[in-house]
């Protein structure tokens, strides 16, 4: 991940309030990204999602449904992007006819003693709540 | 000499590799047939065989190429493995997500 945050967005035909499930609710989840997702959609709570025999790992730092999510995101076994070690930011904005959905993934250092080789130069809010999320969560699959 | 593939490079070597469109013709190429050196220059024309070799090097470290021998010739051919990687690292992250996303929320809408 490029010290320089990854940013994009795209319009949905949906209000925000179903376009946030998609990022809160496993089995909305693996409709559009995985094959298999357990959520815990609070702060500190559990986001892990497996691609085949890959793992994405992180948790939920900022929860405002249906306005705004803040998770931390890494890979099970990667040395470029560990689990914690980037952020990503989404924001569902209503706008004309849907909700725009943006997303700001940047890459986080952390204090951990995984270090992403370009995260250094990149401190957020976002990147110090990660560290708070260490706390412990369940593994249920239902987030609520 | 191209160096095969070092999967310490992982993702950022794989966009690095895909960022340059001759690279993204070359890869075209290759996963439609076995091709030498010579051969993708010909495709590509007005590129110098050192220009395609230095591609092919950057495409293998990304591990999205790979050489077979037919005799004497070296032959450039896609990386199944490679291609594998790229699309689950694509999938698992934007933009094709966020597409994915868009298809996914509007076609459940009023069920």
Same mark, same amino acid.
């Given at each position: 991940m490029a010290a320089e945050p990854y940013r994009d967005s795209i319009h949905l035909e949906a209000e925000p309030e179903v376009v946030f499930e998609y990022f809160t609710r496993p089995d909305a989840l693996v409709r559009w990204m995985g094959d298999r997702a357990v959520l815990n959609p609070r702060p500190g709570g559990e986001f892990t999602l497996w691609f085949d025999e890959r793992c994405v790992q992180g948790r939920y730092v900022e929860v405002d449904r249906p306005r705004r999510l803040v998770i931390t995101w890494g890979r099970r076994g990667s040395r470029e992007m560990p689990p914690f070690s980037s952020t990503l930011e989404v924001t569902f904005t209503p706008e004309a006819g849907g909700t725009r959905v943006s997303i700001v993934h940047r890459a986080c250092p952390t204090t951990r003693r995984h270090v992403t080789r370009s995260g250094g130069s990149t401190i957020s809010a976002a990147c110090r709540c990660s560290v708070r999320a260490a706390s412990p969560s369940r593994t249920s699959p239902r987030p609520r | 000499m191209v160096r095969g593939y070092d999967p310490s490079m992982g993702s950022e070597a794989v966009l690095r590799a895909l960022a340059e469109p001759r690279r993204q013709a070359i890869l075209r190429l290759v996963r439609d047939k076995?091709?030498?050196?010579? =051969?993708?220059? =010909?495709?590509?024309?007005?590129?110098s065989q050192q220009a395609v070799s230095q591609h092919l090097q950057v495409l293998a470290e990304a591990g999205l190429v790979d050489v077979q021998r037919d005799g004497k010739r070296r032959l450039y051919v896609v990386n199944p493995k490679g291609l594998d990687a790229l699309e689950r690292f694509l999938a698992s992250l934007w933009p094709s997500g966020l597409r994915k996303l868009k298809r996914a929320v509007e076609s459940h809408r009023g069920r």
């Open positions: - | 076995p091709h030498s050196v010579n =051969e993708i220059g =010909e495709h590509l024309g007005d590129i």
